[in-house]
């Protein structure tokens, strides 16, 4: 089982095919973006999240939102979205496909592919906003998915994935629902 998990995992290589979003043509970047209705750190980012959407969707920049937890139902999907203005598409990933394809671990977190070199560029925080969990700054000193965006439009991204420690909350990856259960 492990050695599937890492063989596919190997072999990942997202596209504007595969994604449920998909920009116009294979010059853009899509920024994943993994939330839970019940984190307080998710829903302090949703103001940020909006505002850069609104900034960048123009630019060939989409955004995409996953919720990992089973716990979270379409309805509560769709009413978070709702509360929080969030423009973007919102999805469910109840059997974390997307979230282990990145490697994420909390909520909120990002992961930012670029379709031009068809390769991960960024994953970790949205900014330093927060110290820990219940520990925030009254400002952030660095907005890390914002520089790695315009770093992607002016064309000096790093030829190496960056990576950010994002503080949040856990992600359950011991649901009791998996996939292997439901095609049994």
């Known amino acids: 089982m492990i050695l599937l998990l890492l063989l596919s995992f190997l072999n990942f290589e997202p596209s504007v095919k595969e ?3 998909t920009c116009s043509g294979t010059d853009s970047l899509t920024v994943y973006v993994f939330l839970h209705d019940e984190c307080v750190i998710s829903q302090f980012y949703t103001l940020r999240l909006t505002e850069y959407y609104n900034q960048y969707h123009s630019k060939k920049i989409g955004f995409i939102g996953y919720f ?9 999907i769709e009413a978070f979205g709702e509360k929080y203005n969030l423009a973007f598409p919102l999805r469910q990933d109840y059997y974390k496909d997307w979230t282990n394809r990145f490697g994420i671990k909390v909520t909120p977190e990002v992961a930012v592919w670029d379709h031009r070199s068809d390769r991960l560029l960024y994953r970790g925080r949205i900014d330093d906003s927060y110290v820990r969990v219940g520990k925030r700054k009254l400002h952030s000193q660095h907005e890390d998915l ?12 790093s030829s190496t994935t ?7 909350c856990f992600i359950n990856f011991a649901d009791p629902l998996r996939r292997e259960t439901v095609r049994q």
Do not use: M, R, V
């Open 19 to 21: 994604s449920p979003f």
């Open 68 to 76: 990992p937890n089973f716990s979270t139902k379409p309805s509560q």
């Open 146 to 157: 914002k520089n790695i965006i315009e770093s992607w439009l002016s064309g000096s991204t």
């Open 162 to 168: 960056i990576e950010t420690q994002a503080i949040g």
